[in-house]
T-cell receptor, first 113, second 115 residues
């Protein structure tokens, strides 16, 4: 158990809909990262928050947005969903110490029908 | 931009044998970290081993070891005495040593263990 939690584990929805994925980082970790893993692909970095502020953006679509709340949990919002958005979405957290080790949550499996 | 390349989409090895997974990367930084992550069928991302670029000594974790060649920008993973539980996708990843930076992943190598 990495200490990072993600909800829900699975999400099935239809095209055009909007969903919210939630992540709670490890206790004390200020950084939260979101990654997308499409079928049998590597993980693509979407966005990072540090202590409530957006710190870095990767290949995140304009239809996607995220935020980090004062209690440090983070939410990833996906709107106007398309079939191609079906993927495994991982959240990771780190405290930024040596190694910058990131601890991954179990992921949310999103299926868009 | 940093890139990570894993040129072996699939590998297989007999149980108890040794296998080496390849990874190359490209960066202009001199200080960074490299990682190997394992992703079993459960899809959980599990850190296997990590290497600091400024350390010449290759990292070792039990049956897992790396061959880090900084000049060649190569970072291979050797698994000794392969076990059935080693079957998984293995991802190589890079992050610069700026603190709180994203990971850049390769596309992965699917490892099959043959009983």
């Amino acid at each position: 158990d990495s200490g990072v939690t993600q909800t829900p584990k699975h999400l099935i929805t239809a095209t055009g809909q909007r969903v919210t994925l939630r992540c709670s980082p490890r206790s004390g970790d200020l950084s939260v990262y979101w990654y997308q893993q499409s079928l049998d692909q590597g993980l693509q970095f979407l966005i990072q928050y540090y202590n409530g502020e957006e710190r870095a953006k990767g290949n995140i679509l304009e239809r996607f947005s995220a935020q980090q709340f004062p209690d440090l949990h983070s939410e990833l919002n996906l709107s106007s969903l398309e079939l191609g958005d079906s993927a495994l979405y991982f959240c990771a957290s780190s405290c930024g110490d040596s190694y910058n080790e990131q601890f991954f949550g179990p992921g949310t499996r999103l299926t868009v029908l | 931009a940093q890139t990570v390349t894993q040129s072996q989409p699939e590998m297989s090895v007999q149980e108890a044998e040794t296998v080496t997974l390849s990874c190359t990367y490209d960066t202009s930084e001199s200080d960074y970290y490299l990682f190997w992550y394992k992703q079993p069928p459960s899809r959980q991302m599990i850190l296997v081993i990590r290497q600091e670029a400024y350390k010449q000594q290759n990292a070792t974790e039990n049956r897992f070891s790396v061959n880090f060649q900084k000049a060649a920008k190569s970072f291979s993973l050797k698994i000794s005495d392969s076990q059935l539980g080693d079957a998984a996708m293995y991802f190589c990843a890079y992050t610069p040593n700026f603190g709180n930076e994203k990971l850049t992943f390769g596309t992965g190598t699917r490892l099959t263990i043959i009983p």
